[in-house]
């Protein structure tokens, strides 16, 4: 099995809103897929499909082979996720944040403890481990989330806008680290909002709009099929240039 | 060797939720404070037999005989010693009821004639009329007038003072609201167990809503955990909580305003536990259909407000309509209160409360059993 994710007509309604419009890809394993798409587009609905915190209307997917809706406790054992939103508790330190993600994915005390001591050092928060995280800087919290995504050893590492709103130290440090990621043999998915963040990163990119993939392949043979030099031009191309924010903001009114 | 089942995980969240709680000072802060400001509030809103002295008193006495003048000289003797209350002599009935409605007096003590007869063939009646406008103090003079007539029947019945052949004096109250026996000993354990319930609640609506809105909620369910060990998890945490500060409002009130525990206390702290979980359970009910922690709040301030006013907290469920009262019966706090007060004031054993216990508990499960699939649903949509 060579792919970490295969999505069959993926479908999500909100009410009568379609947020994901019957959408299939496949993401091989080791690679950096990057999802793009304008606000709005479905990104977020469908890797919240993909981790199995969202239950898909129609369609299926498996992730490392199992069923996102009939095995939803392997997947989450294979994936690790950083979204928007930061997924950490302000007022505990970065070793009990990590502790208590470690229990819950049931990881051995001990190994828990050597794993939180590793990671720490690799995102650089040692000196800091007993400060409350609320006292941390955006670039230190969101190194902190990443640390939290890959406790558990994920097969699948997902990031959900993962530089939004950092500081270029903070971005550069981020974007290597996805590198990183990927050369130990990591699969990533990673969803930007940053064309030239995709351009630099991603192997694979797909183009998402109105709950649809417009467009999805190598970036490399996107680029040549439509006789563009950045992955923005292909992108711009695809989706038009107005403005739009209007079904993510209906989306956020619903709680989402 | 570490336990990994739901229970364990059940723990981890219940245990990260109180340290979030306790290093968020505000929070902390307001748990301690907030039951130090209602008992402060309520404690002297509504003062204990102690602390209310000299309330003046009226008595009408249409009966001239020794038998009666004997036992008014001493009734009056008896109510000024105590300094409960203040006895003004009245000449006619009429005078004595415009005074007890122009607020002068607060119960009025009638001798009619015939009593001193009475009294030496037998049981003799004395007539009380009591100001109704301020339950409390109605309370407190109903049982102090008691008390002395008690006392007095003592002395009747030793033929301390009084001749051998008097019988007993028996008080007809008029007016009375059923079942309030009297003061702050009554309203206390209400209040305890209103402030616990009030403190889980709102804890509750917190850690459900701002997980899901800070987004913190979809990493634990990322986590393969179980539905069940986040729903109790976060209820067992409010309820711990709820515990630790009915505690702290216990001895509040046994220090500021010399409440008395009669009770065991680990029946009285079962009976808050089941409360409070009986409530959040009905709880995470009222708010899954909300996303946000504004939303959430408001939902639970509409569950918690009527329930405080008829379950029996400030006045016997008793004197509620018949429709009010089944309302009451329907909601978790009214069972919460009783079976409390009961334990805490009157010493009443597992064996006299049981109903109340089962009834939360009953209660608990249902609501847990409602809850967690409906939260299960509510987050995956």
């Known amino acids: ?256 | 060797m570490v336990m990994k089942g739901p229970l364990y995980h059940l723990y981890v969240i219940m245990k990260k939720d109180l340290t979030e709680f306790y290093r968020v000072r505000a929070r902390l802060v307001s748990m301690i404070l907030l039951p130090i400001l209602l008992m402060l509030l309520f404690g002297y809103m509504f003062p204990g037999n102690g602390t209310i002295t000299h309330i003046p008193i009226a008595i009408v006495n249409q009966d001239q005989s020794t038998g009666a003048i004997s036992v008014i000289n001493s009734f009056i003797y008896m109510a000024q010693s105590g300094k409960t209350f203040n006895v003004i002599t009245y000449s006619s009935l009429s005078q004595a009821e415009q005074a007890l409605l122009e607020g002068k007096v607060y119960a009025v003590v009638i001798f009619r004639q015939g009593f001193g007869q009475e009294l030496s063939t037998g049981s003799a009646t004395v007539q009380v009329i009591v100001d109704q406008m301020n339950p409390t103090l109605d309370q407190i003079v109903t049982a102090g007038i008691q008390q002395i007539f008690s006392q007095l029947n003592v002395q009747l019945s030793t033929a301390h003072g009084f001749p051998a052949y008097f019988g007993t004096v028996s008080v007809n109250f008029q007016g009375l609201i059923p079942g309030a026996p009297s003061s702050f000993e009554f309203l206390a354990p209400g209040f305890i167990a209103m402030s616990v319930v009030m403190g889980g609640l709102a804890g509750l609506a917190m850690a459900f809503s701002r997980e899901r809105e800070l987004g913190t909620m979809d990493g634990i369910l990322m986590t393969p955990v179980s539905r069940f060990s986040i729903v109790m998890g976060k209820a067992m945490a409010q309820a711990v909580r709820g515990i630790i500060s009915g505690i702290i409002i216990v001895i509040l009130s046994i220090l500021l305003f010399g409440v008395k525990i009669y009770g065991n206390v680990f029946l009285m702290a079962l009976i808050l536990f089941l409360g409070i979980l009986a409530f959040t359970g009905l709880g995470i009910i009222a708010t899954s259909f909300v996303s946000d922690q504004e939303s959430a709040q408001m939902i639970m301030l509409m569950l918690e407000m009527p329930m405080i006013f008829i379950s029996g907290i400030f006045y016997p469920v008793l004197q509620l309509p018949w429709w009010l009262r089944d309302i009451a019966y329907m909601f978790p706090l009214v069972y919460t209160v009783t079976g409390f007060r009961s334990v805490m004031v009157m010493n009443a054993p597992l064996s006299a409360v049981w109903n109340d216990v089962l009834v939360l508990l009953i209660y608990s499960i249902v609501t847990f059993a409602i809850a967690i699939p409906l939260f299960q649903r509510m987050v995956t949509k």
């Open chain 1, 1 to 256: 099995m060579s792919y970490a994710v295969e999505a069959e007509n993926l479908t999500k309604y909100f009410g009568s809103l379609i947020a994901v419009d019957s959408v299939s890809f496949k993401v091989k394993k080791g690679e950096i897929f990057g999802l793009v798409g304008p606000n709005g587009a479905g990104k977020s609905t469908l890797i919240r499909m993909i981790c199995t915190v969202l239950r898909p209307s129609a369609g299926k997917a498996l992730v490392e082979g199992y069923d996102i809706m009939r095995q939803p406790q392997e997947v989450r054992k294979l994936i690790g996720v950083v979204q928007e939103k930061l997924i950490l508790y302000a007022p505990l330190t970065p070793v009990e944040n990590l502790e208590f993600f470690g229990k819950l994915y049931g990881l051995d005390y001990k190994i828990l403890k050597e794993r939180i001591k590793e990671l720490l050092e690799e995102v650089k928060l040692s000196a800091v481990k007993d400060r409350p995280v609320g006292t941390f800087s955006t670039g230190m919290r969101q190194r902190l989330n990443i640390a939290r995504a890959l406790l558990h050893d994920p097969k699948l590492v997902i990031l959900d806008e993962p530089t939004n709103g950092l500081d270029p130290q903070s971005v550069r440090w981020v974007r290597d680290y996805i590198v990183n990621l990927r050369n130990r043999g990591l699969t990533v998915i990673l969803t930007s909002h940053d064309m030239y963040e995709i351009d630099e990163l991603a192997d694979t990119v797909a183009i998402m709009d109105k709950g649809k993939i417009l467009e999805m392949g190598r970036k490399e043979d996107l680029k040549k099929k439509y006789g563009a030099t950045k992955i923005e031009d292909v992108f711009l191309e695809l989706t038009g240039r107005e403005l739009r924010d209007e079904i993510s903001g209906r989306l956020r009114r619903r709680g989402w």
